[in-house]
T-cell receptor, first 114, second 116 residues
């Protein structure tokens, strides 16, 4: 069985500050890991994903995440927050093989203040 | 189409009624997934298809829930005899097998279901 834990249901940062959203996973096999973002009244949009290539993954909008097997973590970071980053962020783990279902965390709502 | 579309976007129904939720995947995508997302939670897997074949329905909560994809394209999720606990956002996603391992799932905007 696979699972994802996102620490902190709400995170607030100032504009220009570092964004750090935490994700820890549990998987009995090498995982595929994803970060999705959800803006109000919109669908989930892929930010980035890890599929066992480079451990540091760069995504859209300046976000990146690092896969750390020893810590079973896949934290999402962005050096400088922008007001437009305010949204809900979901970490997800996929099972091996193609056409695999995703197991999502409970999400972290990011608030960006002036 | 340009993206995954779902209809209706909002559905209000009375307890005991049946509802049908539709998903139109990205053209050419072989795999189609259904998820349910309760308020304040992440999406939870319900079922998925490769072409018209239902590969995994382990996430369907009970036999009131069913899904089909008869021609390998559009899919319908049907909930019979709805109950208030069925109220949630129902999300559909599609992916291309040709992307390989860890393929990206592209999500639609969802259908917000409210059972009164």
């Amino acid at each position: 069985a696979q699972s994802v834990t996102q620490l902190g249901s709400h995170v607030s940062v100032s504009e220009g500050a570092l964004v750090l959203l935490r994700c820890n996973y549990s998987s009995s096999v090498p995982p595929y890991l994803f970060w999705y973002v959800q803006y109000p009244n919109q669908g989930l949009q892929l930010l980035l994903k890890y599929t066992s290539a480079a451990t540091l993954v760069k995504g859209i909008n300046g976000f990146e995440a690092e896969f750390k097997k020893s810590e079973t973590s896949f934290h999402l970071t962005k050096p400088s927050a922008h007001m437009s980053d305010a949204a809900e962020y979901f970490c997800a783990v996929g099972s091996t093989g193609t056409a695999s279902k995703l197991t999502f965390g409970t999400g972290t709502r990011l608030q960006v203040t002036l | 189409g340009a993206g995954v579309s779902q209809s209706p976007r909002y559905k209000v129904t009375k307890r005991g009624q049946d509802v049908a939720l539709r998903c139109d995947p990205i053209s050419g995508h072989v795999s189609l997934y259904w998820y349910r997302q309760a308020l304040g939670q992440g999406p939870e897997f319900l079922t998925y298809f490769n072409y018209e074949a239902q590969q995994d329905k382990s996430g369907l909560p009970n036999d009131r829930f069913s899904a089909e994809r008869p021609e390998g394209s559009i899919s319908t999720l049907t909930i019979q005899r709805t109950e208030q606990r069925d109220s949630a956002m129902y999300r559909c996603a599609s992916s291309s097998l040709f992307e390989g391992f860890g393929e990206t799932q592209y999500f639609g905007p969802g259908t917000r279901l409210l059972v009164l």
